[in-house]
């Protein structure tokens, strides 16, 4: 299904206009809340809420007051939301399909400045946020790769490549001869394609309206009087809001288009929220496909992770016969090696030299053969390799398809049984009726719910009963503490600022609560181990990485979603 708004970079340019006059000055979330339903919200002060809607289905930019929203997966509560970061600048590029809204906290995040960027190209939309000092992706809306792009926490910002048509920032004599070299040498019919080709603002949209006559009768003075009406376009003010009642639905734009039936609307915000109410109850009854679509997303960045680490491997083809020399090698010089070497150096066959890795634990024909079971094992593994990158790509384009399907709001017969089959194996993480939860619930400013562990026991209940394996997990380093579950199902690390108060309140409660500064170590719950016969709350971790904060009772205080 298409979608339901049409954004070109007229009205993009309507709305950041729109924007600009509402939000600039005013105190906001550092963060946004991204929901399930492909929809991203912002609180600001005065009880409003900003709220993109990005489903394929909907695609509507709303600015609205309320005080409990709700989301498909989780409640926004905006009677008291953290508003520390303020809106310095709304902007869109001229000629372009993106909005960008600046924010600046104050010097919370190494200088505190982020942007917003909301990307409205066809079947592309997202929204992410960005640090504006190092231009790297802190979230987003869909993380993905796009077009040659990575979408992803953690990677650089590359925005669309821009559209480089004919701007109206000439003189008018030679945007005269530009238009007139275009368009005048070309039948009448083939102008709109042209037209929407090399002109600024020009789109599918607007280009039959923008000609009018000209894109029937091949006149020159036609062609001039059509050329006056889109350098007033490209080069004014947006001046006006409609709904105009196209072929594909209703569309909100900043002009009347001559042969479109429209209405006037208050403003372009105003007239997308007529359009929402007004939407067809299907769109509002989408429950199976936004419960599919984000597990459906996380196969297809496994596939791609795997096929990355395939080829990476393909790349080493041939370690095999390394370690088998390494070891012919070793076996014709064992002498030259003592027990309790970590590596001897020995002379190849070609009258070079090769330095073999040695286990200080083996004696050297030991070490020998341990390098030729390592090379019979690389071996099959290589052999393999060519099968395994094939199943891979595979999946990925079975998933891949099923994404798009999802966002359509279609839900292919297969899925749901092949999704059902993987939460099975997963670890319980929904509380039974009248149990007693071995954790406190808190909930970080960008919405993410956090588990602590109320006790040493509660502390295994919650990490090995009430944590899924892709959560995020934390605990203050080298002293007893609680461990805390920030739940985090998407690939790459979560957003900085709710990583930080997890951290806050893994340090807050451990026996370090009284130090200016405390580690706190974090990793995927999935890579924490029980070691046999440990003590309540004792466990082994890898593959951990290390944040640095100050505990807080304030944020404690601020982010508790239950009595304490």
């Known amino acids: 299904m298409s979608n339901p708004i049409r954004y070109d970079p007229l009205l993009v340019r309507a709305v950041s206009a729109e924007l600009r006059a509402a939000l600039q000055g005013r105190s906001v979330q550092p963060q946004p809340v991204f929901d399930r339903d492909i929809s991203c919200a912002l609180a600001l002060e005065g009880g409003l809420t900003l709220r993109f809607d990005l489903h394929p289905r909907r695609g509507w930019i709303t600015l609205a007051s309320t005080k409990v929203r709700e989301y498909e997966s989780t409640k926004v509560r905006d009677d008291d939301p953290d508003l520390s970061a303020r809106v310095v600048r709304v902007s869109a590029p001229v000629d372009e399909r993106l909005l960008r809204i600046d924010l600046h906290e104050g010097g919370r995040f190494r200088g505190g400045k982020r942007s917003l960027v909301v990307e409205l190209h066809t079947n592309q939309w997202n929204v992410l946020l960005i640090d504006s000092e190092n231009r790297r992706i802190v979230s987003a809306l869909r993380a993905r790769d796009a077009g040659g792009r990575s979408l992803k926490p953690g990677a650089f910002y590359h925005p669309p490549a821009p559209a480089r048509r004919i701007l109206p920032d000439r003189p008018r004599d030679e945007l005269?001869?530009?238009?007139?070299?275009?368009?005048?040498?070309?039948?009448?019919?083939?102008?709109?394609?042209?037209?929407?080709?090399?002109?600024?603002?020009?789109?599918?949209?607007?280009?039959?309206?923008?000609?009018?006559?000209?894109?029937?009768?091949d006149d020159t003075a036609l062609l001039e009087v059509a050329f006056e009406r889109w350098w007033e376009v490209a080069d004014g003010d947006d001046a006006g809001a409609f709904i105009l009642q196209t072929k594909a639905g209703p569309q909100p734009y900043p002009m009347a288009l001559d042969g479109v039936e429209s209405v006037r609307a208050p403003s372009i915000l105003a007239a997308m929220e007529t359009i929402a109410a007004a939407a067809p109850a299907e769109v509002e009854e989408e429950k199976a496909g936004p419960d599919l679509l984000a597990p459906a997303r996380r196969k297809v960045a496994g596939a791609e992770k795997r096929i990355e680490r395939l080829r990476e491997e393909m790349a080493g083809v041939g370690e095999a016969d390394r370690l088998r020399a390494q070891a012919d090698l070793l076996l014709a010089h064992l002498d030259w090696a003592e027990p309790g070497d970590a590596s001897v150096v020995l002379p190849d066959f070609d009258g070079g030299e090769v330095t073999v890795e040695l286990d200080p634990k083996l004696k050297p024909h030991e070490n020998a053969e341990r390098l030729y079971d390592e090379a019979r094992r690389r071996a099959r593994a290589e052999a393999r390799l060519p099968e395994l990158l094939e199943a891979a790509e595979k999946e990925l384009e079975r998933w891949s398809g099923a994404v798009e399907a999802l966002e359509r709001g279609e839900t292919p017969v297969w899925v749901e049984g092949a999704l059902r089959r993987v939460a099975s194996k997963e670890t319980r993480v929904t509380p039974q009726p009248g149990e007693r939860m071995p954790y406190r619930l808190y909930r970080t400013s960008g919405g993410i719910e956090v588990r602590v562990g109320r006790s040493s026991k509660d502390n295994d209940r919650l990490t090995f009963g009430h944590a899924a394996h892709a959560d995020v997990w934390l605990h203050a380093r080298s002293v007893p503490g609680s461990h805390v579950v920030l739940r985090w199902a998407e690939d790459g690390a979560p957003p900085a600022r709710d990583l930080e108060e997890a951290a806050v309140l893994a340090a807050f409660y451990s026996k370090a609560r009284t130090s200016g500064t405390v580690a706190v170590d974090w990793t995927r719950r999935k890579y924490v181990r029980k070691p046999r016969g440990a003590p309540p709350g004792r466990v082994s971790i890898m593959h951990a990485k290390t944040v640095f904060v100050a505990p807080d009772p304030a944020v404690e205080e601020r982010l508790r979603a239950e009595p304490g």
Do not use: C, H, M, T
């Open 176 to 217: 005269w001869q530009a238009w007139i070299s275009a368009l005048g040498p070309l039948p009448p019919a083939d102008r709109p394609r042209e037209l929407v080709r090399r002109f600024a603002y020009a789109s599918p949209l607007n280009a039959a309206a923008l000609l009018d006559r000209a894109a029937q009768i």
